[in-house]
T-cell receptor
Framework: AQSVTQLGSHVSVSEGALVLLRCNYS??????LFWYVQYPNQGLQLLLK??????LVKGINGFEAEFKKSETSFHLTKPSAHMSDAAEYFC??????????FGAGTILRVKS | DGGITQSPKYLFRKEGQNVTLSCEQN?????MYWYRQDPGQGLRLIYY???????QKGDIAEGYSVSREKKESFPLTVTSAQKNPTAFYLC????????????FGPGTRLTVT
């Protein structure tokens, strides 16, 4: 059965520093992988999506994620954090034909 | 502008009352979903519908009911049988199956006292 683990419920970085949010998945077949962002009291917005076309996926707002099959990981990175990046981030996985499963989320705090 | 609307933004009810949350989309999407969000638990699927007049239970359907009489509408009723209904409820839609991006509404925060 598919599942998602996000390491670290809270991550704090300084403005301008590297952002690294970790996501590991379990899936019996090549999965579809997603990163969503949620600002307080709002819905989720898609940051990026992996669909096997390329292992390095570029998304909106300067974010990117790399699919590593050997590590079953799909970590989200951004070279330089901005105050506006403060939000909650969700990793999600879907096996073909199966429902989307979300991780518990990681709250990103950006310090000035 | 195309998108998903949920109303109301905040909803307060007394214990024992049924309440219906609205979800409307004008994206012409076939599939619609309801999720419940609690702090530290991510999103949990309540119900989903992949076509009009058809819907399936998700992981936590007990105490909830839905209907899908129109393509653009997917209302969720929280019944008095739901033991812990206070939560943030998110509606989403997508063009097709689970491999498609889901588009989310702004959410409804339900408080039951």
């Amino acid at each position: 059965a598919q599942s998602v683990t996000q390491l670290g419920s809270h991550v704090s970085v300084s403005e301008g520093a590297l952002v690294l949010l970790r996501c590991n998945y379990s899936s019996s077949v090549p999965p579809y992988l997603f990163w969503y962002v949620q600002y307080p009291n709002q819905g989720l917005q898609l940051l990026l999506k992996y669909t096997s076309a390329a292992t390095l996926v570029k998304g909106i707002n300067g974010f990117e994620a790399e699919f590593k099959k050997s590590e079953t990981s799909f970590h989200l990175t951004k070279p330089s954090a901005h105050m506006s990046d403060a939000a909650e981030y969700f990793c999600a996985v879907s096996e073909y034909g199966n429902k989307l499963v979300f991780g518990a989320g990681t709250i990103l705090r950006v310090k000035s | 502008d195309g998108g998903i609307t949920q109303s109301p933004k905040y909803l307060f009810r007394k214990e024992g009352q049924n309440v219906t949350l609205s979800c409307e989309q004008n994206l012409n999407h076939d599939a619609m979903y309801w999720y419940r969000q609690d702090p530290g638990q991510g999103l949990r699927l309540i119900y989903y519908s992949q076509i009009v007049n058809d819907f399936q239970k998700g992981d936590i359907a007990e105490g909830y009911s839905v209907s899908r009489e129109k393509k653009e509408s997917f209302p969720l009723t929280v019944t008095s049988a739901q033991k812990n209904p206070t939560a943030f409820y998110l509606c989403a839609s997508s063009p097709g199956g689970w491999d498609y991006e889901q588009y989310f509404g702004p959410g409804t925060r339900l408080t039951v006292t």
